[in-house]
């Protein structure tokens, strides 16, 4: 099957999930772990930046598209979430919760989608909220791998210029982790309920 641009970018997205779950797991340096999953998740959102782009300006907008594209961004944020679930231990019991918000949201939305396209043939599109959702959700994963990593490197150069040297503690204050994660929860809730109130009035309860 010969597939353009864009659809290649998606499989790509599909395809680094597993690598940045098997890097996030696998046994090495703390630090240099949460620095290469930070580095595959940008990467893996740039492809999901670049797709919906391309397509839009190229017209290249196919069927296969519009079905796997959400698809591979649900894949890549759960994903993710589950290595960080996987290497923070002290965020484990609020990124379960974190991680139960997120799925039902998707699944909730997910199944209206499908039920409102397929009664009343009404495409559902992606509106400015579920836009900053997803905005919200990959600038906290970005953030939970790498403030860790930026802590760490500013301590070693304040202790390289210092003679009071401090240690740092993994698992330390991670104030900018916190207020991504708050935020991206409310975007979230948010997001499902606007898409859940718009569309309410399609869902007839007799069919």
């Known amino acids: 099957m010969k597939m353009n641009l864009p659809n290649k970018l998606t499989i790509l997205r599909l395809c680094l999930v597993p690598v940045i779950l098997i890097v996030g797991m696998i046994p090495m340096n703390f630090y240099l772990s949460c620095f290469i999953c930070a580095v595959l998740f940008i990467v893996t959102s740039i492809t999901d930046m670049l797709d919906g782009k391309i397509a839009r300006k190229y017209n290249l907008i196919t069927d296969f598209g519009k079905f796997l594209d959400p698809i591979a961004d649900k894949f890549m944020v759960i994903g993710a979430l589950f290595v960080v679930l996987y290497k923070f231990e002290e965020l484990r019991t609020l990124m ?99 898409y859940i109130l718009g569309y309410w009035k399609y869902l007839d309860p007799e069919k």
């Open 96 to 194: 379960i919760f974190v991680i139960l918000v997120i799925v039902f949201r998707e699944l909730a939305v997910t199944s209206m989608r499908l039920v409102v396209s397929t009664g009343q043939n009404i495409v559902i599109a992606a509106n400015y909220l579920g836009k900053l959702k997803t905005v919200s959700q990959i600038v906290f994963i970005c953030t939970v791998f790498l403030e860790p990593v930026l802590q760490f490197v500013t301590l070693k150069i304040f202790n390289s210029f210092s003679d009071h040297a401090l240690e740092y503690r993994a698992g330390g204050i991670v104030p900018l982790t916190y207020l991504t994660m708050a935020f991206t929860v409310v975007m979230t809730v948010w997001s499902g309920i606007n």
